[in-house]
């Protein structure tokens, strides 16, 4: 592991500008209802959240690392631990350990015991369907692509689907490896 | 940046997406109204309930008040920030031109012009939230925002009789 690298976004999210918890919880809330009653699928919806996180995640990269001060990570294993730790930290205010790799390290499990999304939610059986907080997936998912790894994150488990806790499970695709838009004249 | 991807998804229908983020706008209010004033007692006329909204409920959600509040006496209010929150960030077009941007309204359609669509959008989230916190505390009205100089921005509020 790189020394260098900041192990917690404490120092990072005290001095960012932050926006008041209960107004970001009602409105992610309220964007979750009226996306329910416009899209009435509940498929749809997931898929939707997951695009928006996406679109927020590809530009969300950009403010981390220029906010952070993290340097290259020299593997996957760390850069979970830096999501966990300092990308969670920094916009979300919480901490998510980093759990259950398999034995090629290539896929692992993001566990977050407390997640601000969901303050005031219950969900009516209507949505049993719903991964709430799929945007979140979207997020990790845009941001770790702009940084040439392909993703695939899911959730495994939801408190709001009667889980202990959640568990997001990321898996490693491909390293893209990085290429420039332009020709070199050699 | 939450209305921005209310507008990518429904970009081809600006007018639809308007309704939508101004719905989202209106629920957040009508929440957020309802927990800030569990502790106080009932507001005694509309000016009360609106000085609540300049004072405790804008600083609870942008860390400042209000700076300038004018009324005619006949149910109209214009609520002046000078230094909207969401608007610092935006970049300003040096045309723009005096663009009375989005009207809560449902009566009236959305302003056609187009030369600060992107940023008109975006002040159709917090219309909404003042519209759902107001109509909370029982006094149905309309919100419309003006931005004619970034980044302060007014927001006229027109109760319904």
Same mark, same amino acid.
């Given at each position: 592991?790189?020394?260098?690298?900041?192990?917690?976004?404490?120092?990072?999210?005290?001095?960012?500008?932050?926006?008041?918890?209960?107004?970001?919880?009602?409105?992610?809330?309220?964007?979750?209802?009226?996306?329910?009653?416009?899209?009435?699928?509940?498929?749809?919806?997931?898929?939707?959240?997951?695009?928006?996180?996406?679109?927020?995640?590809?530009?969300?990269?950009?403010?981390?690392?220029?906010?952070?001060?993290?340097?290259?990570?020299?593997?996957?294993?760390?850069?979970?631990?830096?999501?966990?730790?300092?990308?969670?930290?920094?916009?979300?205010?919480?901490?998510?350990?980093?759990?259950?790799?398999?034995?090629?390290?290539?896929?692992?499990?993001?566990?977050?015991?407390?997640?601000?999304?969901?303050?005031?939610?219950?969900?009516?059986?209507?949505?049993?369907?719903?991964?709430?907080?799929?945007?979140?997936?979207?997020?990790?998912?845009?941001?770790?692509?702009?940084?040439?790894?392909?993703?695939?994150?899911?959730?495994?488990?939801?408190?709001?689907?009667?889980?202990?806790?959640?568990?997001?499970?990321?898996?490693?695709?491909?390293?893209?490896?990085?290429?420039?838009?332009?020709?070199?004249?050699? | 940046?939450?209305?921005?991807?209310?507008?990518?998804?429904?970009?081809?229908?600006?007018?639809?997406?308007?309704?939508?983020?101004?719905?989202?706008?209106?629920?957040?209010?009508?929440?957020?109204?309802?927990?800030?004033?569990?502790?106080?007692?009932?507001?005694?006329?509309?000016?009360?309930?609106?000085?609540?909204?300049?004072?405790?409920?804008?600083?609870?959600?942008?860390?400042?008040?209000?700076?300038?509040?004018?009324?005619?006496?006949?149910?109209?209010?214009?609520?002046?920030?000078?230094?909207?929150?969401?608007?610092?960030?935006?970049?300003?077009?040096? @045309?723009?031109?005096?663009?009375?941007?989005?009207?809560?309204?449902?009566? @009236?359609?959305?302003?056609?012009?187009?030369?600060?669509?992107? @940023?008109?959008?975006?002040?159709?989230?917090?219309?909404?939230?003042?519209?759902?916190?107001?109509?909370?505390?029982?006094?149905?009205?309309?919100?419309?925002?003006?931005?004619?100089?970034?980044?302060?921005?007014?927001?006229?509020?027109?109760?319904?009789?």
């Amino acid at each position: 592991m790189a020394p260098l690298a900041p192990r917690s976004g404490d120092a990072v999210f005290a001095n960012i500008e932050r926006v008041n918890a209960e107004l970001f919880t009602l409105t992610y809330g309220a964007i979750v209802r009226q996306l329910l009653t416009d899209l009435e699928e509940v498929e749809e919806v997931n898929k939707q959240l997951d695009q928006m996180g996406y679109n927020i995640g590809i530009r969300l990269i950009d403010e981390f690392l220029a906010k952070s001060n993290v340097s290259r990570c020299v593997d996957f294993k760390e850069t979970a631990e830096v999501i966990a730790k300092v990308g969670f930290k920094m916009f979300l205010g919480v901490t998510a350990s980093v759990t259950n790799w398999d034995a090629d390290g290539t896929t692992c499990s993001l566990v977050l015991e407390d997640n601000p999304l969901v303050d005031f939610v219950e969900l009516p059986d209507t949505c049993q369907g719903l991964y709430y907080c799929n945007i979140l997936s979207g997020v990790v998912r845009g941001a770790l692509e702009m940084v040439s790894m392909k993703t695939e994150v899911t959730w495994v488990r939801d408190m709001l689907r009667g889980d202990d806790t959640y568990e997001l499970r990321v898996k490693l695709l491909k390293q893209v490896p990085e290429e420039y838009p332009y020709k070199d004249d050699e | 940046m939450v209305s921005t991807y209310c507008n990518r998804f429904y970009s081809s229908k600006p007018e639809l997406a308007a309704r939508r983020i101004e719905a989202i706008g209106y629920q957040v209010g009508h929440q957020l109204s309802e927990r800030y004033t569990m502790e106080r007692p009932r507001f005694s006329d509309h000016l009360e309930a609106i000085k609540f909204i300049c004072k405790d409920f804008w600083s609870e959600l942008f860390k400042k008040q209000i700076d300038n509040l004018k009324t005619n006496h006949r149910g109209t209010f214009v609520l002046q920030d000078n230094r909207f929150r969401w608007l610092t960030r935006m970049s300003v077009e040096p @045309t723009s031109g005096n663009t009375d941007a989005s009207q809560a309204d449902s009566s @009236t359609s959305a302003a056609d012009n187009k030369a600060l669509p992107a @940023t008109s959008m975006h002040l159709y989230f917090p219309c909404g939230i003042i519209r759902g916190a107001l109509t909370n505390l029982g006094i149905p009205c309309a919100v419309s925002a003006d931005m004619s100089n970034l980044p302060a921005c007014s927001f006229v509020i027109r109760i319904k009789a």
